[in-house]
């Protein structure tokens, strides 16, 4: 079993930068792959980025891909997601995802999710 808890979100201006923290509880953080996602309202769940579970593979979107950085710190438990050069189309409610072993684009293959996290992009 894995909890997570997202953090890091914010109202900022076109521009500007966040950092997303998902902090997870779980004696086994270091075999899941981890997923950042997000949905704006009306939209389906948009795959942003997954790392694997060492932190050595690393995907992207590719609505976000130069922008955004995914990284995790097993020691700290936690998976972290860099957002830079924010725009008004990034605002949304991101969520931090856990599945075991397997790094996957896909959100209905993990089997755990945070609550959210709400980014705002002003322009």
């Known amino acids: 079993q894995v909890q997570l808890v997202e953090s890091g979100g914010g109202l900022v201006q076109a521009g500007d930068s966040l950092r997303l923290s998902c902090a997870a509880s779980?004696?086994?953080?270091?075999?899941?792959?981890m997923g950042w996602f997000r949905q704006a309202p009306g939209k389906e769940r948009e795959f942003v980025a997954a790392i694997n579970w060492s932190g050595g593979s690393s995907y992207y979107g590719d609505s976000v891909k130069g922008r955004f950085t995914i990284s995790r710190d097993n020691a700290k438990m936690t998976v972290y997601l860099q957002m830079n050069s924010l725009n008004p189309e990034d605002t949304a409610v991101y969520y931090c995802?856990?599945?075991?072993?397997?790094?996957?684009?896909?959100?209905?293959?993990?089997?755990?999710w945070g609550q959210g996290t709400q980014v705002t992009v002003s322009s």
């Open positions: 995802a856990a599945r075991r072993f397997v790094t996957t684009t896909i959100p209905t293959e993990y089997d755990y």
């Open positions: 779980g004696r086994t953080f270091s075999s899941y792959a």
